[in-house]
């Protein structure tokens, strides 16, 4: 059975910074593409950012470019990212999702499997 699994969200201050982690059972993790989605009360969900499984090319959001970092281990089947400087506005539950695609994209609906989301609140 496919599963994806987040963890490491949290309560940080502002500049603080979390790493999260995105596990795969069941599949072999280095064919899928993999991105990290958030979702803010009463907003839509938005691609943070994302890492091919060719190449290992990774995208970002503007919003988290320099601050964000996405990596990926395929001995170990987890795609981290890790979160510095982190603001209010990046309070949201964070997902991470898989896709059989060569290169990495934010279209969620291209997406095949999705983890339960992890929650990231950041308040002083």
């Known amino acids: 059975q496919v599963q994806l699994v987040e963890s490491g969200g949290g309560l940080v201050q502002p500049g603080g910074s979390l790493r999260l982690s995105c596990r795969a059972s069941?599949?072999?993790?280095?064919?899928?593409?993999i991105g990290w989605f958030r979702q803010a009360p009463g907003k839509e969900r938005e691609g943070v950012s994302c890492?091919?499984?060719?190449?290992?090319?990774?995208k970002y959001a503007d919003s988290v470019k320099g601050r964000f970092t996405i990596s990926r281990d395929n001995a170990k089947d987890t795609v981290d990212l890790e979160m510095k400087d982190l603001k209010p506005a990046d309070t949201a539950v964070y997902y991470c999702?898989?896709?059989?695609?060569?290169?990495?994209?934010?279209?969620?609906?291209?997406?095949?499997?999705w983890g339960q989301g992890t929650q990231v609140t950041v308040s002083s």
């Open positions: 069941g599949w072999n993790l280095p064919n899928y593409s």
């Open positions: 999702a898989a896709d059989f695609d060569d290169y990495c994209h934010f279209d969620g609906w291209r997406y095949d499997d």
């Open positions: 890492i091919s499984s060719i190449g290992g090319g990774t």
